[in-house]
């Protein structure tokens, strides 16, 4: 899907008409129902304050992924993933748990130089597991903030303030 189609639909799951967003944004109505409709391509500039804008959990991961290509978490809501936080939430553990079992299997004290094409490979293993773990979390997050009306945005800014008190971010 295009990204113009899915600012349409995150527009509408948040309850807001063209004419709102555009009295958000320095852009017309016109211009967001073309982006919307593909007639005008979505500049890059506008593209995060859009996404502030709207606040909404699945336009952030189809921006993310919009803007960083492969290189990006993407939303899960193929047909074997329940929406259901309690469901999520035990996604979660059981990716979480695979990837935990994959760390233990690897050898962490030789060097990257020194290993074999299999052990290269366990590595990879690992690296799936852990951004399949990544995934889930993160969505999880998402379906969190949506079920209890939480802004991802404000929650992510209150997190990357934790995150610099206690050192992890400059």
């Not at 295009?2 to 852009?27: H, S």
């Not at 990716?95 to 233990?104: D, I, R």
């Not at 998402?142 to 209150?158: D, L, N, P, Q, W």
Request: proline share 4%; with cysteine.
């Amino acid at each position: 899907m295009k990204i113009g189609e899915e600012l349409a639909m995150a527009r509408k799951r948040q309850g807001l008409t063209q004419e709102q967003l555009a009295l958000e944004l320095p852009v017309s109505r016109e211009s967001i129902a073309k982006y919307e409709t593909g007639a005008r391509r979505l500049p890059e500039d506008l593209r995060r304050p859009i996404a502030q804008t709207i606040d909404d959990e699945e336009f952030y991961f189809r921006s993310w992924g919009d803007a960083a290509g492969e290189v990006a978490i993407p939303y899960l809501n193929g047909d074997y993933v329940d929406q259901h936080p309690a469901s999520m939430a035990f996604l979660v553990k059981r990716e979480t748990n695979e990837a935990l079992e994959q760390l233990s299997q690897v050898c962490w004290v030789k060097p990257i130089h020194t290993r074999t094409d299999t052990e290269r490979e366990e590595m990879k293993r690992v690296i799936f597991e852990a951004l399949d773990a990544a995934a889930s979390l993160i969505n999880l997050v998402a379906v969190i903030c949506r079920e209890c009306g939480f802004s991802m945005k404000k929650i992510f800014t209150e997190w990357r303030l934790t995150l610099k008190a206690r050192r992890l971010e400059k």
